[in-house]
């Protein structure tokens, strides 16, 4: 059996997901990751390494912005590649939920039976 090791395998669609919304910068998306993801177990390390990915992979692209005041921010985009990531994880959630709610109702038949 597995151990309880926390394996970001959805992180990038994650990433693209909070970039749909609007560009952003690695620590706001970690923020609001860590904010509205129910079980979100990543860190700043694991975004920027997702981050770096997807731009190599033409899924988003950058640009480094000044701030009125502090240092500059580099903000990250969704490309039209990313789009497309994007809709084929949709695809990829579906049929994870749908094994997932296979994998329950078993387990309950077998919970029950068990009685």
């Given at each position: 059996?597995?151990?309880?090791?926390?394996s970001?395998?959805?992180a990038?669609?994650f990433?693209?997901?909070?970039?749909?919304?609007?560009?952003n910068?690695g620590?706001a998306l970690l923020?609001?990751m860590?904010e509205e993801?129910?079980?979100?177990?990543?860190?700043?390390?694991m975004?920027?390494?997702t981050?770096?990915e997807?731009?190599e992979?033409g899924a988003?692209t950058s640009?480094?912005e000044?701030?009125?005041?502090g240092?500059p921010?580099?903000?990250?985009?969704?490309t039209?590649q990313?789009w497309?990531?994007?809709?084929?994880s949709?695809?990829d959630?579906?049929?994870r939920?749908?094994?997932h709610?296979f994998?329950?109702?078993?387990?309950?038949?077998?919970?029950n039976r068990?009685k």
């Amino acid at each position: 059996m597995r151990k309880n090791k926390y394996s970001p395998r959805h992180a990038p669609s994650f990433i693209l997901l909070f970039l749909a919304r609007r560009p952003n910068y690695g620590g706001a998306l970690l923020k609001m990751m860590e904010e509205e993801i129910p079980c979100f177990l990543g860190d700043s390390s694991m975004i920027y390494r997702t981050l770096q990915e997807l731009e190599e992979e033409g899924a988003i692209t950058s640009r480094w912005e000044m701030p009125d005041t502090g240092r500059p921010i580099k903000y990250y985009y969704l490309t039209d590649q990313g789009w497309k990531l994007l809709l084929e994880s949709e695809d990829d959630m579906r049929k994870r939920i749908d094994n997932h709610l296979f994998f329950l109702d078993e387990l309950e038949k077998a919970k029950n039976r068990k009685k």
